[in-house]
């Protein structure tokens, strides 16, 4: 089974930057679609950004403009560059499937706004 892991994340202030990288261990960026998801304290997981085989990328509302989603097949690498961080951003980030696999989910990466 290809596990997927999450780094990148941390401790920001309210404006920054953050870059989250998501390694699989096997070539799963070459046949699914894939997404980055967060989850907050006290609320669901939601998903944050998706990218297809094909290139295409949708985002959620609340990060259009600030986020960016690719994806590097060659290197089983997936990536959220994160700009203009806001503390509505903290919360733990995933990388699974979209849409997600049950069994695929990692430990996540913790990302922190906060001044």
């Known amino acids: 089974q290809v596990q997927l892991v999450e780094s990148g994340g941390g401790l920001v202030q309210p404006g920054g930057s953050l870059r989250l990288s998501c390694a699989a261990s096997?070539?799963?960026?070459?046949?699914?679609?894939m997404g980055w998801y967060r989850q907050a304290p006290g609320k669901l997981r939601e998903l944050v950004a998706h990218v297809t085989l094909g290139g295409s990328t949708n985002y959620a509302d609340s990060v259009k403009g600030r986020f960016t989603i690719s994806r590097d097949n060659a290197k089983n690498t997936m990536y959220l560059q994160m700009n203009s961080l806001k503390p509505e951003d903290t919360a733990v980030y995933y990388c699974?499937?979209?849409?997600?696999?049950?069994?695929?989910w990692g430990q996540g990466t913790q990302v922190t706004v906060s001044s």
């Open positions: 096997g070539s799963i960026f070459s046949f699914y679609n």
């Open positions: 699974n499937r979209y849409p997600p696999r049950a069994g695929s």
